[in-house]
């Protein structure tokens, strides 16, 4: 495409009627993210950039809201204008702000480009957003040749900005009224809830509109999922968008509680009710009164215990030891659990009338291993999040390292990926200080010194065929071997022993009984 006749397309575009249409499909009834990622779709149908992002400006930070042709880890990183020279100018400017090819200002993008490993000759564009005097966020543009951006004029420009403020501004707008009304819009899948929770797999966004969907509800919660996989945040988010969000959000770890002490933790006790109790206490329901009751580990509740939490959950009341008084409460229970309640109900160990209560709407949080693509943003996050925790002015991650991560199992999911960048971190920070170095990077090395075991991938036996039999036999006897090495692996759990091998477990039992396996 010439540059002229590229001009002649963008003005054509840039005209009033275009322009026109363009602000009302933005303030069309879409959730935020979706406004978002149509408001960059438009950037770069006028302008035929390369990359562009939108950012959220707070407390001197920027939080990309959505990007276009950038790293999805983008998304994960939180970019501090005393720390990105670019974006402080364009935070100060309040108007267009052009960057000269040759500026040898470092980009907050760098590296961040797919298959682009310099940023340094491009075209570059910041476009603050204002809303009533005050700047909200902004809009970088990015070409990768010079002067791409050179016919376009300011005025043109600015209009794009104000169309761009217009429409972050109705979305943060809208997302504040939500929040005070305790409304829930099931579609909306913005950046409010993935504040913490970080990913864009499907199986995350299926988790996210299920979250959504319970919150708005006044059902009893039973959260279901491996350690480590993000339980408690799911509980939090259920919290914060529910009708209760302005009420407590009370946690109490039942793993953590002696038996002892249990019933009078969860309904109180009053003065003189038993050795050693000197003072009138409430117990995690009254304080809970009017909001959220977070109950982790539920599976680790004695049968007494469960017994007296079923008479609350049908009653709604409670009755301090020593007390014989009943007292009304209005509690939502959330409970989670990283076991399987279903076989600790067969086996006698959890009540089946408690947890047909508590399981009227189950989440199932999806471990790490089964989330597609999602580590690259969670590592990012971590990474910055590590960067300021030591101080660091840069801390970078190699893609050999990010390579290893994804190739990585993660038995502790989320929590572990976390502890082990965290640790990678120290040690890539005491390096630095031994080097002299001037940037902080996370290598193989790095990663492998910071977990209990490598995080290479596992040598992977070679299955043995006999080259007498026939191949329908030789298939089965491949069949066999690979099955008994996962279900080894697996240590006799079939149902993982299904989801390593991606197949259905019904059908895994069935070819094992014609294996002669079961």
């Not at 761009?164 to 909306?188: C, F, K, P, R, W």
Request: with cysteine.
């Amino acid at each position: 495409m010439t540059n002229n006749y590229r001009v002649v397309k963008i003005r054509m575009l840039l005209d009033a009627s275009t322009l026109t249409a363009v602000a009302l499909d933005l303030s069309s009834g879409l959730s935020p993210q979706d406004r978002y990622r149509k408001l960059l779709d438009t950037i770069n149908q006028l302008l035929d950039c390369d990359a562009c992002a939108l950012l959220l400006f707070n407390n001197d930070q920027f939080k990309p809201l959505a990007i276009n042709g950038l790293c999805e880890q983008v998304l994960a990183k939180v970019f501090y204008i005393a720390q990105h020279p670019r974006l402080e100018i364009i935070a100060r400017a309040g108007d267009v702000v052009r960057f000269p090819a040759d500026s040898d200002l470092p980009d907050p993008y760098d590296d961040l480009i797919p298959n682009q490993h310099s940023l340094k000759v491009h075209s570059c564009i910041g476009l603050p957003l204002m809303a009533n005097g005050v700047l909200i966020g902004a809009l970088t543009i990015d070409g990768f040749k010079p002067g791409m951006f050179d016919q376009i004029s300011d005025a043109e420009l600015r209009t794009l900005s104000a169309l761009a403020a217009a429409s972050l501004n109705n979305a943060l707008i809208m997302q504040q009224l939500e929040s005070h009304t305790g409304q829930v819009n099931v579609n909306d899948q913005g950046p409010n809830l993935t504040t913490d929770m970080i990913g864009s797999s499907p199986q995350l966004k299926s988790l996210q509109r299920e979250i959504k969907i319970a919150a708005g509800s006044e059902l009893h919660v039973l959260i279901l999922g491996e350690t480590g996989v993000g339980k408690e945040l799911v509980a939090q988010q259920i919290h914060q968008l529910s009708p209760r969000h302005s009420g407590p959000q009370v946690y109490l770890n039942c793993a953590a509680l002696p038996e002892s002490v249990a019933e009078s933790e969860l309904f109180g006790h009053v003065k003189g009710a038993f050795t050693g109790a000197i003072s009138h206490r409430k117990g995690k329901f009254e304080t809970a009164n009017h909001g959220t009751l977070f109950l982790d580990e539920i599976g680790e509740l004695s049968p007494a215990i469960q017994a007296k939490l079923l008479r609350v959950i049908q009653y709604g009341d409670i009755q301090r030891i020593g007390d014989d008084r009943n007292l009304k409460v209005s509690v939502r229970i959330v409970a989670a659990t990283n076991k399987d309640l279903k076989k600790e109900v067969l086996e006698g160990r959890f009540r089946a009338d408690l947890f047909h209560r508590l399981s009227v709407f189950p989440l199932i949080v999806p471990p790490l291993r089964e989330r597609d693509g999602d580590i690259p943003l969670l590592a990012a996050f971590f990474v910055e999040k590590s960067r300021q925790q030591l101080g660091l002015q840069t801390l970078i991650l190699r893609a050999d390292a990010l390579e290893l991560l994804q190739q990585y199992h993660w038995p502790g999911n989320v929590r572990e990926l976390e502890h082990s960048i965290y640790r990678a971190s120290i040690i890539a920070k005491a390096d630095l200080a031994i080097s002299m170095q001037g940037e902080c990077t996370l290598t193989t090395q790095h990663f492998n010194l910071a977990v209990n075991v490598s995080l290479q991938p596992p040598h992977r036996p070679v299955l043995k065929v006999d080259n007498q039999l026939s191949l329908h036999q030789a298939t089965l006897d491949f069949q066999r071997q690979l099955i008994q090495g996962r279900l080894q692996k697996s240590k006799g759990n079939w149902a993982h022993t299904a989801r390593s091998l991606h197949l259905d477990g019904g059908n895994l039992h069935r070819l094992a009984k014609r294996l002669g396996l079961k």
